[in-house]
Each structure stands twice: as structure tokens, then as C-alpha cells.
């Protein structure tokens, strides 16, 4: 259910989930398998707003953590579960395995140390390649690539799709999102918590707080023990896919303070993508890309992998990650406020770790309300069918009966009208052109939306039953039309 | 599978009039597939004037003269289907296209011609730092909104690039209500044509400032200004140059990109320089009986001259088509490569058939950089056969030099033919 207008009575739930990014998306998922009533809140227009939109969508195999951290454990589960999770939630997964690359025989030690750690977490199939060997595998490393950790397990994940099918699987499994809902206060009261938002009032005995850069702002409403979570700005560049095959598996540096440095990766989709940079920053808006971030991607970036073609770049991003000082996940009660489970401090590998991270916490939910299980929960989710992928004669029976599909609407990725009515129309569907754009990918390519845009607008419009001067790109003020031909520029349109 | 002599990819501009001449050369059957809801393409968002000055003598409107090509090709028969994207063309010419009526089909083509035109380079390709808020559009997909759908996208408008379609939006902007503040360019010269820069910009009081750029987008969720430094001869932002402009809406007319992605499908050489097919003077790219026209070959400034070269290639392609199974067809003789250098980019054609080619050979081609009162020259080897001189070039307008077939026929030993900008 969407939420509408404002609320004079406290909506009562059993738990609050603050933030629909992937890890509340993934526990609210988790949740659904029991019967609960339960909400997700979330001050966007749509899920996967935050740092769940913006990073590599790398699934880690699970090297990097120190053995003994949550980051670890979960991501090493995480990877584990992601091959069934995303059968199961009919999402683009890939093992493109990866590789740490070395440029100095004198930090092999390092390299090797790194695959101990690795062992020591579980993680199956690690070894250290000779430059040769790498080299057979990926042809455009560096020429100072000298060795090489090389983990089979690491993979590439959809993170829009991810997140989404996450969210749709537990909207239909019974879990409500109230979109637009900006948590404003929490008081803690005797049956669990009050919560206030720019929405009205709610009430929950528990809440999970999964709101990324801002975790710290609603932890430290109810715990005298205060918490900060720095905004770290990841900086991106994405690649034509006629370049996507640069490299096939994960590139990455050996890693440093600031995390695991500049990678090279195909995604998931074809597209090659370089980044991120590492900055702490305390504005906790401040997603936008910098002139220096930019330069230091293409300086970075070519001590590991040779031949990138900068001129293939169609768009740069940039991502926060929501780094805690423990430099770990966050994932407990707070000590001063029952009921009050923090999901904090999810930096890399949040994504990996996503399933592991709604199971740990909807077990910590268990112990505490003692459901009773979904009768009626559907571990399964069907994704946006891609004609793309069908024999002519499968895709010539779906258009005969369903003429959309005939249609192509985004030229560069190929996507059908049918695709993107199919987007606005399933549960939690896109409301704004980003919102289709996560979901089918119209947009994406490498023209930018420049010629779908206006025929998107036009089906949200329709859709939606709204003028198309109503349509955002991502809600808020965020409105692509601003007035009509010779208006005066006066009053509303 | 159905069987046309000729499939025509792309009814716009180049695609009408390639139909027109093939029908006029014999050929029969003849299909042109469109992938939007009419024929006419871009033109039919241009709805301003100035189109059809060489072809038809006369000034008319981007949809006024689209209309003369597509009553053309109604009085000829010439079939078509719109709504239908092309998906794929496979080397031995079996077209893959897909509409709502008939699905996916096949088509067996004697014949192809490559019509699709071109799409804006879009902001990602410039890595302008910032915030990826509303209000950034590439100046085409404004003129549809303003044009076709009667929007304002914006009221305060900067606008990133001066080619063509840039200096068209900022006075239709203007028209519409809408404040132009700014022009940048990032090179020391305009993109686009002189009389744009005069009509569009000086009529109206917009400043043009060259050898400018965006350095930074402000606003998160709506575009509330954009930063504008001074670039240098290298074309990097200069510190402490940078001004802040105020606005809702940032436009983007900064390059044209040739649509190619059905040709590098295919296999089809392409230029580095162009980004179109490789053609010779039939306009036949390497893979036979395979032709490309207007702005899928070359970004063109005006739309006369994709007329004229669609003509050309229309014709080539019946008679390629007429010559199927014909011993005429057997050899085109001795190829001579035509190319650019000293300032002139590129040529289209880039190979000619002395042999074979006609009396005369349009070759057209772009300057790299304002030249003033200098020399166009082409050789044969060492050979001068052409000195003009040229009070101005510039990159934004498009030139031409005619070859005649019997300077060439008269040197036997003729390896290559070269086009340059000389001193005087």
C-alpha cells in the first residue's frame, strides 16, 4: 500500500523498517516469511534511492573482511545465498569471478595474505595466479600486473534489480511500503516506538533502522550511546557495451584504507564500469560527481587494466557508502533501546552480504515477537519479461498477443512498450522515469534517454492518469516539464 | 521469407528520397521500415524555416519539405511500414525488423540502404561533474517536447554547445516564452552555420561565448544553475575564469553521432573520423549491395544535400540491383583512394572506381577549424588540378569540390587524390 495524505491516528505496526534501500528491502523479504505486520518506510519516491542505487553491484567473494568481523561471515553467506536468491527472484546474477591484481613482486606477501584471509573466511576456490596465467584469463591487464588472487566466487549483480525484486517479493508477501514517508522523530514509549513523519504519526514495537548515510541520525534519536555514520563518495564512470568485454572478470588493486580502490568490471548488463573513488565527506547529500574524482578514476584505473577507452564513458555517477567508525556492519539492538535494531554501517560488502543481512535480522525479530510463520508466503518473484531473450517464434506468440511487446520504445537497449507498461503496472511499480529506468533498463544506453524520454512521460502519463507535466524524474521538484509554449510565466500550468 | 529488391532503412530525410530515386532508376519493389509513427524523421520536429533553399528554390519548414518527399513517394507506390524497428541485417542482406502487426519478420533484400541517421552525443560522453538532476536535455529532445508535445521544459535556459540544433532551440525558446541567458561553446568557433548564429542568437540578444564551457550542474533534484569557466588552446577549464549562471534547464547541443549500430552489426567498415560507413562513389559501403546516405554517412549541416547524396545512392542501388546476374556487373575496375589532409577531416566518398564512376563525383567533406581566405586544393598524386580560394571554412558548414571522371581517366598510373587547405 502507498501511503496517502496525513494521518491524525498513529498507524500501528509490528515493525518499522526505516528505508527501503537493499538491506531493509532484503529484511523485509525476510519478514514477510512470517505473519507480521510490518511497514517500510521510506522518504523517496521509490526503493533503491540511496547508496543501494549508486556502487559496483559487485557480489565480493570474501577476502577483504577482517576473519571474525559481520562483514566477513555475512559476506561469504551472502555470495553463498545470492545464486539461489536470485533464481529464486528471476534477476541477471553472474560468477565473472574475481581478481586482485599486484604490480610489485615485493608486495606478493600481500597478495598472499590476503588469500589466507580469504581461506580463514570460507571463501572456496582461492589462488594466486602467475602474470601468465592472469594473463590467459584477462589480456588487458596492466603491463606491471605481476601476480594475481583470483576468486571464482566473486560475481556481478543487478543492484537496482536486486533491491527492487527484494521489495516486490515482500510487498506481495504481505509487508507495506509507504513511499514518500520521511521519518522526522522517534520517541520511545512503553508498547515499542513513536514514530513521526512527514506523513503522520505510526507506532511499532520494533524498528529496524536500514537508512544508509542517515542510520546514525535516527540511531542517536533513542541511544544516549551516539553513533556516525561518514558519508564515503564513490565516484563512477560507465562504458559504451561495445567496450563491455575489456575485461570479463572483477579488476581489482590491492586494497588500502580507504577500501578496495579503483576496479574495472563488466556489469551485469554488458556495460563496462570503473570507479569508485574513496572520499569522507559529511554532507550527506552530496552524490554528485567532481572534476578531481573524475580525473583520479582515469589515473587510478590504469595501474591495473590497460586499453580503457575514455571516450566510450556515456555517464559518470557518483555513490555514498554509509561507513561506520567500527569500520564492520552494525547489525544489533541498540544497548539503551529494546526493540530498536540498528542495520547500520552497511559499506561495502553490503550488497554481497544483502541476504545474509535480512535473514540475521528478521532471526533477530523472531527471537524477540515470536511469529508465527506466513501460511500463504511465495519465496519467488517473476521478473519483467525481456523479449530480448525469447526465439522469434516465442517472441512473435507474445506479441500476437500482447501487441506492446512489438513496440520498441528505448532504442539503445532494446526495450518493448510491453516491458515498461509491465514496469509501471506489478506491485511497487515505477513511478517516474528513473523508476523505469532501474527497472528495464529504458535510458541506460548510450544515448541517455535522449530519444525514449518523452515516449516514457507519455506512458507514466497515461498510466498514471496524470498530465504529463506532472512526471518527475525521480519525484520531489525533480519535474521534467516546466510550463507550456508562451506561457507567461505566471501561476501554475 | 518476403523478397524486395530494395529495403530502405529509415524513412526520414535521406530514406524518402533514396526510395524516390531508386523508383525513378526501375526499381520496383522497393520498402522503406520506420521505426516512429510517421515518414519525415527529425524533420518533422524542425518546424522552423529554412530547409529546401538548393533543392526546391524555395524556403520551407522541416515538415513542409519532409511532406514534398513523402507525396513523392506516395505518388510513386513506394511501400512502407511504420512503426517497425529494425532489429538486425545480416551480411547476405536478410533484414530482421519488428512491428506490432506483423512481430518479428525476415525480408530477403537484393538490395539495402542505410537511412538511420544520427542521435546527440549525450552529457555523459562530456563527464561534466555535478549532480544528475531534471532540467538536462539534449537540445533535440527539447525541440520534441517544445515542438511536438508543446512543453516548456524550462524558463531559464544555459545552453552547452552552439551547433545547429542548439542555436534553433535557443530562439525557439525564446519564442516560447522561455529566458536563453547563455550560449557556451568549448572551441574558439561555432558547430553550426552562420546564418543560425545570426537569426538565432544576434536577432535575439543571446550571448555566445566561445572557448567556454560547463565545468559544474548545481541542483539535486531540478538543475538551479551550472558553473561556466574559460577553457584553454587545450580546452581545460581555467581556475578562477568561473562564473555562476542561474537556471532551471541546462540544453546540450554538443555533436551528432551517425546511428550505426545496425552497420557495426553487419560487419560494415566504418571511419574513425565520421563514425559512418566507409562508401564509395556509388556510395556502396565494403559489404555489396549495401548502400549509406545522409546522416548515418556523415553529419550534414543541411538537408538538401542528404537529399541530393540519398538521390545518389537510391540510383546506385537500383542499378546494382538491375545488373544482378548481369556480366555488366563483373568488376568495377581499378579503385584510387580519396582522402583529406592539411585541415580537411575526412571525404565521402573515400574510394572511387575511375573506370566506372561518373562524369561527374560530388565529394563532400568537413574542415577542421576556421580557415580564412585560404586555398582549397585538390591533387592527383603530385598534380594540382584545383585551387580555389575561400574567403572562409569552418567546421560547422559542410564543403564540396566536384571530380570530373576524365581529369582522372587521363592519369593512368593515378594512385591516390587528395584534398588540402594551402596558404596563400
Redesign the interface.
Same mark, same amino acid.
Given at each position: 500500500m502507498r501511503s496517502t495524505g496525513q494521518r491524525k491516528i498513529s498507524m500501528k505496526y509490528d515493525v518499522i523498517i526505516i528505508g527501503a534501500g537493499v538491506s531493509g528491502a532484503a529484511t523485509a523479504r525476510e519478514l514477510s516469511r512470517y505473519r507480521v505486520r510490518a511497514c517500510v518506510l521510506e522518504k523517496e519516491e521509490d526503493v533503491c534511492c540511496g547508496t543501494s542505487k549508486a556502487n559496483s553491484g559487485i557480489v565480493h567473494a570474501g577476502y577483504d573482511a577482517k576473519p571474525g568481523t559481520l562483514m566477513a561471515k555475512l559476506n561469504v553467506v551472502g555470495n553463498w545465498h545470492m545464486s539461489e536468491l536470485a533464481r529464486k527472484l528471476d534477476i541477471p546474477f553472474k560468477r565473472n569471478g574475481s581478481m586482485v591484481v599486484c604490480t610489485k613482486k615485493e608486495r606478493l606477501g600481500e597478495l598472499e595474505e590476503l588469500c589466507d584471509r580469504g581461506q580463514k573466511n570460507g571463501v572456496p576456490g582461492l589462488g594466486i595466479l602467475s602474470r601468465g596465467e592472469a594473463i590467459k584469463r584477462e589480456p588487458n591487464l596492466a603491463d606491471k600486473v605481476v601476480y594475481a588472487l583470483y576468486a571464482p566466487t566473486g560475481g556481478i549483480v543487478c543492484p537496482f534489480e536486486l533491491n527492487i525484486a527484494l521489495a516486490e517479493n515482500a510487498y506481495t508477501n504481505g509487508i507495506e511500503f509507504h513511499f514518500n514517508t520521511e521519518v522526522l522523530d522517534i520517541k520511545k514509549i512503553e508498547s515499542g516506538f513513536q514514530v513521526r513523519t512527514g506523513k503522520g504519526d505510526y507506532e511499532a514495537k520494533i524498528i529496524v533502522n536500514a537508512a544508509g548515510v542517515y542510520a546514525d541520525v535516527f540511531h542517536n534519536m533513542v541511544s544516549k550511546d551516539k553513533m556516525t555514520i561518514t558519508p564515503r563518495r564513490g565516484e563512477y564512470?560507465?562504458f559504451d557495451k $561495445?567496450v563491455g568485454s575489456l575485461v570479463s572478470s572483477t579488476i581489482f588493486r590491492l586494497p588500502d584504507e580507504m577500501g578496495k580502490g579503483v576496479l574495472a568490471t563488466p556489469t551485469v548488463h554488458g556495460n563496462l564500469l570503473v570507479g569508485p573513488t574513496a572520499e569522507n565527506l559529511e554532507d550527506k547529500?552530496a552524490?554528485?560527481?567532481?572534476?578531481e574524482?573524475?580525473a583520479a578514476i582515469k589515473n587510478q584505473v590504469g595501474k591495473s587494466v590497460k586499453n580503457i577507452p575514455f571516450?566510450q564513458?556515456?555517464? *559518470?555517477?557518483a555513490g555514498l557508502r554509509a561507513c561506520a567508525q567500527t569500520k564492520d556492519f552494525i547489525i544489533e539492538e541498540a544497548a539503551d533501546a529494546e526493540g530498536f535494531i540498528d542495520c547500520a554501517g552497511i559499506a561495502s560488502p553490503g550488497l554481497s552480504s544483502s541476504p545474509a543481512i535480512g535473514m540475521e535480522v528478521a532471526e533477530m525479530i523472531q527471537e524477540k515477537l515470536h511469529l508465527q510463520p506466513n501460511p500463504t508466503f511465495c519465496s519467488t518473484r517473476k521478473g519483467i519479461l525481456h523479449p530480448a531473450n525469447l526465439t /522469434?517464434k516465442e517472441?512473435?506468440a507474445l /506479441?500476437?498477443e500482447k &501487441?506492446?511487446y #512489438?513496440?520498441?520504445v528505448c532504442?539503445c537497449e532494446?526495450v518493448t512498450e510491453g516491458e515498461i507498461l509491465d514496469a509501471v503496472r506489478r506491485p511497487l511499480g515505477a513511478r517516474t522515469l528513473d523508476g523505469v529506468k532501474r527497472r528495464t533498463r529504458a535510458g541506460m544506453g548510450?544515448?541517455?534517454? #535522449?530519444?525514449c524520454? &518523452?515516449k516514457v512521460m507519455e506512458i507514466l502519463a497515461r498510466e498514471w492518469r496524470v498530465s504529463?507535466?506532472q512526471i518527475? $524524474?525521480?519525484? #520531489? *521538484?525533480?519535474?521534467? /516539464?516546466?510550463?507550456?509554449? $508562451?506561457?507567461?510565466?505566471q501561476g501554475d500550468v | 521469407m518476403e523478397k524486395y529488391e530494395i529495403v530502405i532503412v529509415g524513412g526520414g530525410p535521406a530514406g524518402l528520397a533514396a526510395a524516390v530515386s531508386a523508383k525513378e532508376e526501375g526499381a520496383e519493389r522497393i520498402l522503406i521500415l520506420e521505426r516512429d509513427e510517421t515518414l519525415g524523421g527529425i524533420l518533422n520536429q524542425c518546424i522552423h524555416n529554412g530547409f529546401g533553399l538548393h533543392t526546391f528554390k524555395e524556403e520551407l519548414t522541416g515538415p513542409e519539405y519532409a511532406q514534398r518527399f513523402i507525396d513523392r513517394t506516395e505518388e510513386l507506390q513506394i511501400e512502407y511500414r511504420l512503426n517497425t524497428m529494425v532489429m538486425d541485417i545480416s551480411r547476405d542482406k536478410v533484414v530482421t525488423a519488428m512491428n506490432r502487426e506483423k512481430g518479428m519478420f525476415q525480408i530477403e533484400a537484393q538490395a539495402v540502404i542505410l537511412a538511420m541517421g544520427c542521435r546527440e552525443r549525450p552529457r555523459g560522453a562530456l563527464n561534466i561533474p555535478g549532480y544528475r538532476p531534471a532540467g538536462i536535455y539534449s537540445a533535440g529532445t527539447a525541440q520534441r517536447l517544445v515542438n511536438m508535445e508543446g512543453f516548456l521544459p524550462g524558463r531559464e535556459i544555459v545552453i552547452l554547445g552552439s551547433g545547429d540544433i542548439g542555436l534553433i532551440m535557443a530562439r525557439r525558446m525564446t519564442l516560447e516564452g522561455a529566458n536563453v541567458r547563455l550560449v557556451a561553446e568549448l572551441m574558439p568557433y561555432s558547430g553550426g552555420l552562420k546564418r543560425n548564429i545570426v537569426q538565432c542568437l544576434d536577432d535575439f540578444g543571446i550571448p555566445l561565448k566561445l572557448s567556454h564551457t560547463v565545468t559544474r550542474i548545481h541542483g539535486k533534484e531540478r538543475v538551479e544553475g551550472v558553473t561556466v569557466s574559460k577553457v584553454d588552446a587545450a580546452g581545460e577549464p581555467v581556475a578562477g575564469t568561473e562564473e555562476y549562471y542561474p537556471c532551471d534547464t541546462l540544453l546540450l547541443s554538443v555533436g551528432l553521432i551517425p546511428e550505426n549500430e545496425l552497420s557495426r552489426g553487419m560487419e560494415i567498415h566504418l571511419s574513425p573520423v565520421t563514425s559512418g560507413p566507409v562508401v564509395d562513389d556509388r556510395l556502396s559501403t565494403d559489404v555489396e549491395g549495401v548502400f549509406a546516405c545522409g546522416n548515418v554517412l556523415h553529419v550534414h549541416d543541411l538537408v538538401d544535400y542528404v537529399s541530393e547524396e540519398a538521390y545518389l545512392a537510391g540510383k546506385h542501388a537500383a542499378r546494382y540491383v538491375s545488373e544482378i546476374g548481369n556480366s555488366k556487373q563483373a568488376g568495377r575496375g581499378r579503385k584510387i583512394s580519396v582522402s583529406g589532409q592539411d585541415g580537411v577531416r575526412y571525404t565521402v566518398p573515400s574510394q572511387i572506381y575511375p573506370e566506372t564512376m561518373e562524369e561527374t563525383l560530388t565529394v563532400r567533406f568537413r574542415v577542421g577549424n576556421i580557415y580564412k581566405d585560404r586555398y582549397l586544393s585538390v591533387y592527383l598524386d603530385g598534380e594540382r588540378i584545383l585551387h580555389r580560394r575561400r574567403p572562409v571554412m569552418a567546421p560547422g558548414e559542410m564543403e564540396q569540390i566536384i571530380l570530373r571522371r576524365e581529369d582522372i581517366l587521363k592519369r593512368h598510373d593515378l594512385k591516390s587524390v587528395m584534398v588540402k587547405i594551402e596558404e596563400v
Open positions: 564512470m560507465l $561495445k547529500e552524490n554528485d560527481t567532481t572534476a574524482g573524475l571516450r564513458v556515456i555517464t *559518470s555517477f /522469434i517472441r512473435n /506479441i500476437r &501487441p506492446e #512489438g513496440t520498441i532504442r532494446s548510450r544515448c541517455q534517454a #535522449g530519444f524520454s &518523452p504529463l507535466d518527475t $524524474k525521480c519525484g #520531489g *521538484s525533480s519535474r521534467i /516539464i516546466q510550463g507550456v509554449n $508562451k506561457d507567461t510565466w | -
